[in-house]
């Protein structure tokens, strides 16, 4: 049974099977040449076929005929006549010779085996470490192209542009010396996102990175980090003098203190998200000072999931400093009033840019203002995203959601607009879809909302915007629409 041959080679123990490895073995192997043995390479037969040649040369060499050993003695009395050397010597310096030869060869062999092998494992070592055997192996001898430090640093670039800084950069860092110090340059750490939890979130984390890899960034997301401290983000501000995008969503342990030191001295702030965040950071004054110190920088501030208390003083500072917002995002807001009055001439005017408007499950009232300051009025003319859907349930309330005044007045001029979600949307005329000058529409959500209860507009609705609607939501209609 020892000698059993199967197709992965000759078994060695039937106990211990060993069907297939990387490194070559040490120790007795099978004599076994056959090119169907797991451990088989055709360099083996090579060295041993050149060993037995050498050997077959050596002892042709030492074993000479006595016509060719006469002939070289005569020839050497006839050079020297001198005393003729004894047979033993000549015997004894051939083997020498022989020897010397040998030993040569045998050096070569080994060091050329021993080279073989130890590639061999380095490519043992690497396979395991792409097939996720072991996630722990450091390929310290890995060799890399030899390239300018700058080319290295631009492919980082491309990489880091595509996928972000981490993990990439944190695994780069423990394949050379080269790569650990490309992998530290503050140039690749210009967009960090420290949400998806590939570091700890823990104010040493956070500390560590701002006085080493965080000093050229530009875009930072700590969203979840419910531990987070004022401290450790007023030193990220202190060593980020660049930020322009922040996110400190579901931050529950941040307060008023961290959001006026971000925009304390901070004139380039773009985005700023302050959804789901304790009532003290998202007091009337924080933001107040949020609209006042950013000024016409800010282009986005979300506000989405929060209690606001006297938000409309926050509303007015607004629009009196934010000429360039493009979005505006309350979705899931409580208001310290039973509903936000809302100044809708006013913010048309005031935010000509605005792109995304996201009213959903808010309880907003517009202003009473007369027809012709309604008929003169700017309009949202870059306006593409207009949320007011409210809860959906089985059961609509009557009056449920926003009404037809704020609706036709929002859609005043909104020519761009792409999305439109009104669902669970109760109390609005469906014909005042009909009036809206929207012009390619590409998502419809309307589940549950006026349009469902009434068949006869839904048609001319839908051949209105037939040649640009991509997504459309009807699930609660009772007969599917026949155009």
């Known amino acids: 049974m020892s000698g059993e041959r199967g197709i992965l080679g000759v078994r060695k123990d039937p106990k211990n099977q060993l069907l297939f490895m990387f490194k070559v073995r040490e120790g007795e192997e099978w004599p076994s040449s ?3 043995d797991s451990d088989y390479s055709p360099e083996q037969d090579s060295r041993t076929v050149a060993d037995h040649s050498d050997d077959s040369e050596d002892e042709s060499t ?8 006469s002939r070289r003695q005569n020839s050497n009395n006839s050079a020297r006549p001198t005393r003729k050397p004894s047979r033993k010597r000549t015997l004894k310096q051939k083997d020498s010779k022989t020897k010397t030869k040998r030993q040569k060869r045998s050096n070569t062999n080994h060091t050329a085996s021993s080279s073989k092998t130890s590639s061999q494992r380095q490519e043992a070592s690497e396979t395991r470490h792409l097939n996720g055997e072991s996630s722990v192996i450091v390929l310290s001898n890995a060799t890399v192209p030899h390239l300018p430090p700058e080319l290295w640093l631009k492919i980082f670039k491309y990489y880091v542009d595509a ?4 993990p990439f950069l944190c695994r780069a860092a423990k394949g050379c010396r080269c790569w650990a110090e490309l992998a530290a340059h503050p ?21 560590w990175l701002a006085h080493n890899r965080l000093s050229q960034c530009r875009e930072v997301s700590v969203s979840g980090w419910k531990n987070l401290t004022n ?5 990220l501000c202190e060593k980020c003098p660049q930020l322009e995008v922040v996110n400190l969503s579901h931050c529950g342990k941040l307060t008023s203190i961290a959001v006026s030191a971000l925009v304390s001295n901070r004139l380039k702030l773009r985005e700023l998200d302050l959804s789901f965040m304790p009532a003290d950071a998202v007091s009337a004054q924080s933001l107040k000072q949020v609209a006042t110190k950013c000024g016409a920088a800010l282009t986005s501030l979300v506000l989405a999931g929060n209690s606001l208390v006297g938000f409309n003083l926050v509303l007015n500072a607004i629009m009196d400093n934010c000429p360039n917002l493009e979005t505006l995002d309350l979705c899931n807001c409580r208001f310290s009033t039973d509903f936000l009055i809302l100044n809708v001439e006013r913010l048309q005017a005031s935010c000509p840019s605005l792109r995304i408007l996201r009213l959903a499950n808010c309880k907003v009232r517009p202003n009473q203002v007369s027809q012709n300051v309604q008929a003169q009025a700017t309009g949202f003319v870059n306006l593409h995203q207009l949320s007011c859907a409210m809860p959906v349930s089985d059961s609509p309330t009557i009056g449920n959601g926003v009404p037809d005044n704020l609706l036709a007045r929002l859609l005043h001029k909104a020519e761009r607009i792409q999305l439109l979600d009104l669902r669970g949307c109760t109390n609005f005329n469906p014909d005042t879809l009909l009036a809206a000058p929207a012009l390619n529409v590409e998502q419809l959500y309307l589940s549950q909302s006026s349009v469902s209860r009434y068949s006869a507009t839904l048609r001319p609705l839908l051949m209105m915007w037939r040649h640009s609607l991509k997504v459309l939501d009807m699930h609660t209609h009772t007969q599917p629409p026949h155009c």
Do not use: I, N
């Open 231 to 235: 401290d450790a983000f007023k030193v």
């Open 187 to 207: 140039s690749l750490w210009q967009k960090v996102d420290l949400s998806y939890g590939w570091l700890k979130s823990t104010d040493d984390t956070l500390k």
């Open 62 to 69: 030492t074993k000479s005929s006595p016509k060719q050993s």
């Open 163 to 166: 996928e972000g800084p981490l």
């Open 34 to 36: 056959d090119s169907g």
